[in-house]
Each structure stands twice: as structure tokens, then as C-alpha cells.
């Protein structure tokens, strides 16, 4: 099936720090989904990307569809405890014959 | 809305027995989807419906998954007879439309076959 890679795995940052992580793929996806799940929930949407280039924000997030169609990436300003949790990408390929599908993840830990 | 609401949070069950996951959509939404979450495997897309109909359910990891839709405010996602590896947490998602996918998750189900 499609694969969607995430980097990095897993980080640890000081409260207060911006954040980046990004998806990656070797296919072209027509829409892009940033989640954030906490333990014991459901992911819960961010931001949803369906345009090239496009570049969205949602308060302290901001993320972006890559220009080749290819990639995102996804930007946290300021971090706080609460963002610790951990973020999934995802892409629609249905228009190709394929289906939606989920990044393995990035885990972020906050550290006062 | 109260948003997409699963059945039970959790259930344990002994291998070999019936379960059955419920799902009632946010209303209005055309999209209906069935994932599986373990560690080794992360989100995993077994089935999505469109309008009550079964899409693709290549995802379906065996005979003993089945999945239904009898209207548009409710799915089951039944596991027949169930197994240890069966042990994961089971997402129900809803979207409103394809052109501007955005599913909206429950809070899954914890399902633990012992």
C-alpha cells in the first residue's frame, strides 16, 4: 500500500520552542491532514491542506502542502505542555485508486 | 454536534467469541470510515462507505471482519470469532464530502481478546 513517512520519530524540546516535522511520500497525494492524538483519544483534526502550496494556519500552527505535492510539513511556535502528544500526517490518493492513509507519526514531549 | 460516537470505550472478550464495534457518523456526513491502531502497525484503514455503501474494504484483514452500514446514522464493524491479534483500538471516522476529505474521529474502542 501507499506509504507516508514521518520525520523526525520522536522529539524532545524545551517549552517555548517552535517545532517542525514533516511527511513525506514517493507518490502525489490531492490533500494533506495534520492530527494530533493524546493518549486514550482519537485524532483530533488540525489542519487540512488541499492545494499545492497552500499554507494554513490554525493559531500556533502552521502548516504547509508542498509544491511537488509530494510532501508537508507542519510548524508549532511557542511550544507549551499541552502540545505534548502525538502528530499523524495523512493523505488522500482515493482520486488514484488508492485510499487515505496515515503517517506512523511524530511522538513530541514538552519539558518545562 | 457531539460528534462521531463509538461503542463500548472498551470491551474484553474471550478468543473465539463474537464482537461487535458500533458507530453512529456526525450527521450529515457522507463518509463513513473503519480504522485499526496498534503499535506495531499504527492507523490502519480496514473499510469506508459513501452513502451507506461499502467503497473499498481491501483493508479487511480477514473473513471473520465484516462491516455494515444499514443507514446513514449507524455502522458495526464486527469481528467473528475474534482472536488475540485481534487486540487494538478500533477508530470510527466521518467526513462530509471527498472533495474536501477531513475525517472527524471517535474515541475509539479498546478491544482486548484474551
Known amino acids: 500500500g501507499q506509504q507516508l513517512n514521518q520525520s523526525p520519530q520522536s522529539m524532545f524540546i524545551q517549552e517555548g520552542e517552535d517545532v517542525s516535522m514533516n511527511c513525506t511520500s514517493s507518490?502525489?497525494?490531492?490533500?494533506w491532514l495534520w492530527y494530533k492524538q493524546d493518549p486514550g483519544e482519537g485524532p483530533v483534526l488540525l489542519i487540512a491542506?488541499?492545494?499545492?502550496?497552500e499554507l494554513t494556519s490554525n493559531g500556533r500552527l502552521t502548516a504547509q502542502f508542498g509544491i511537488t505535492r509530494k510532501d508537508s510539513f507542519l510548524n508549532i511556535s511557542a511550544s507549551i505542555p499541552s502540545d505534548v502528544g502525538i502528530y499523524f500526517c495523512?493523505?488522500?490518493?482515493?482520486?488514484?485508486?488508492?485510499?487515505?492513509?496515515f503517517g506512523p507519526g511524530t511522538r513530541l514531549s514538552v519539558l518545562p | 454536534d457531539a460528534g462521531v460516537i463509538q461503542s463500548p470505550r472498551h470491551e474484553v472478550t474471550e478468543m473465539g467469541q463474537e464482537v461487535t464495534l458500533r458507530c453512529k457518523p456526525i450527521?450529515?456526513?457522507?463518509?463513513l470510515f473503519w480504522y485499526r491502531q496498534t503499535m506495531m502497525r499504527g492507523l490502519e484503514l480496514l473499510i469506508y462507505?459513501?452513502?451507506?455503501?461499502?467503497?473499498?474494504d481491501s483493508g479487511m484483514p480477514e473473513d471473520r471482519f465484516s462491516a455494515k452500514m444499514p443507514n446513514a446514522s449507524f455502522s458495526t464493524l464486527k469481528i467473528q470469532p475474534s482472536e488475540p491479534r485481534d487486540s487494538a483500538v478500533y477508530f470510527c471516522?466521518?467526513?462530509?464530502?471527498?472533495?474536501?476529505?477531513?475525517?472527524?474521529f471517535g474515541q475509539g474502542t479498546r478491544l482486548t481478546v484474551v
Open positions: 462507505f459513501n452513502n451507506n455503501v461499502p467503497i473499498d
Open positions: 471516522a466521518s467526513s462530509p464530502t471527498r472533495t474536501a476529505l477531513r475525517a472527524f
Open positions: 507518490s502525489i497525494f490531492n490533500t
Open positions: 495523512a493523505g488522500d490518493r482515493v482520486l488514484y485508486g488508492q485510499n487515505f492513509v
Open positions: 491542506l488541499y492545494k499545492a502550496g
Open positions: 450527521s450529515g456526513h457522507d463518509y
